[in-house]
């Protein structure tokens, strides 16, 4: 019979057709991006897994876990938290397998607009090919603001390809690119310091301190300090300080007396306020160590020891000249807690006051 050929001729044409439409549709199915995303942001603001959900409404490509592996295409670390005149500010690293990494600020006026600017960004660094078009032309936007990330792929303005579908679902207009006013870039090669690190700090410093002697004692001195670095205003730090002051040349009724002091102080700062490379902290400040008096050009010269001590606090100014070296300023007040008086007798001219004042400013080195 004629018709048992043709019936399978067009068996085998249709069975090509299938194998050619499995193939094409396997090759327009790009492989999956494994990389590990770290969200840190009040709970109030966004979670971790709105990000995710942000991102996997951009792509399906992409797969996020919590924990690094070594497959995977980068590292991915997003902070969102609240800043000055309510917006909202949010930083992006990306560590790409490969070596390069990046960091991006922004400022956005919600954490709604800040979750979606993250989301469009890690789709930027890892699958660009995803974006839509409206998507496309907020990641130029972005661009323009946020410049060049080392090592992120270039986004594209092309929507992709879809695979052929019995029929179109409707799918909701794209949403408006977040409001973006401020974009900074960091070097790629310096290191980020995570949230709740150590870090460490010297220095020496020059103070002036008005009380121990009747006039101000000039003085030096070194200090160490141990920090702990957060992102928020509770970043603690302890400061010990080892100094030496002196005044000579006192002169008064019955002699010329000469004071000096040398002692061990500890500031510990709880609060810190920062912008940009100037940080303030507000201390609880004491001070032990031992004052010695003399005098001179009177008929019984003598000399003495004694001990002195402060308890107060202080506010420390410290303005960073890059990522290790610093600046810093102090005040500090305390209350005297010994108030010792001197005279060459019988006339006494100088009495310890109540309250004790110091004025630092100093220069030290931070690691790491």
């Known amino acids: 019979m004629r018709s048992e050929p043709v019936t399978l001729a067009m068996g085998a044409a249709i069975t090509v057709v299938l194998v050619g439409w499995a193939a094409a549709a396997s090759a327009a199915d790009p492989a999956p991006v494994t990389a590990s995303l770290d969200v840190v942001a009040a709970a109030a603001c966004t979670t971790r897994e709105e990000v995710v959900a942000r991102i996997a409404a951009r792509s399906s490509r992409i797969r996020l876990h919590a924990g690094p592996d070594a497959g995977d295409a980068a590292a991915i670390r997003a902070v969102i938290a609240a800043g000055a005149s309510g917006t909202v500010t949010a930083e992006l690293t990306v560590a790409q397998s490969a070596g390069g ?27 660009p090919s995803s974006l839509a078009a409206g998507d496309a032309a907020a990641a130029g936007g972005a661009g323009k603001a946020a410049g060049s990330d080392a090592g992120a792929a270039p986004p594209s303005a092309a929507p992709s390809p879809s695979k052929p579908t019995a029929a179109e679902t409707p799918q909701p207009p794209p949403s408006p690119p977040p409001s973006v006013s401020t974009a900074v870039d960091v070097a790629a090669s310096e290191p980020e310091i995570p949230p709740g690190r150590p870090r460490y ?11 121990p002697a009747p006039s101000p004692m000039p003085g030096f001195g070194v200090e160490a300090a141990a920090a702990l670095e957060r992102e928020s205003i509770w970043s ?12 000579d040349d006192v002169r008064a009724v019955g002699g010329v007396a000469a004071f000096a002091l040398d002692a061990l102080a500890l500031d510990a700062c709880p609060l810190r306020l920062r912008a940009a490379i100037l940080e303030a902290r507000a201390c609880g400040a004491g001070l032990v160590g031992r004052l010695s008096a003399s005098g001179s050009n009177t008929y019984l ?26 600046l810093s300023a102090r005040f500090g007040l305390g209350a005297s807690l010994v108030r010792d008086a001197f005279a060459f007798s019988p006339r006494q001219f100088h009495r310890v006051p109540a309250a004790v004042i110091e004025l630092d400013a100093g220069v030290g080195v931070r690691f790491p």
């Open 101 to 127: 990494r990046s960091t991006r600020k922004l400022t956005a006026r919600s954490c709604a607009d800040a979750a979606d600017a993250l989301a469009l960004m890690v789709v930027i660094a890892l699958d």
């Open 201 to 211: 700090g010297v220095g020496a410093f020059a103070a002036v301190l008005f009380g």
């Open 236 to 247: 603690p730090v302890i400061v010990v300080r080892g100094m030496h002051a002196w005044q």
């Open 301 to 326: 010269p003598r000399a003495e020891d004694r001990p002195f001590a402060t308890l107060g606090g202080a506010a420390f100014l410290t303005l960073a000249l890059g990522r290790y070296v610093t």
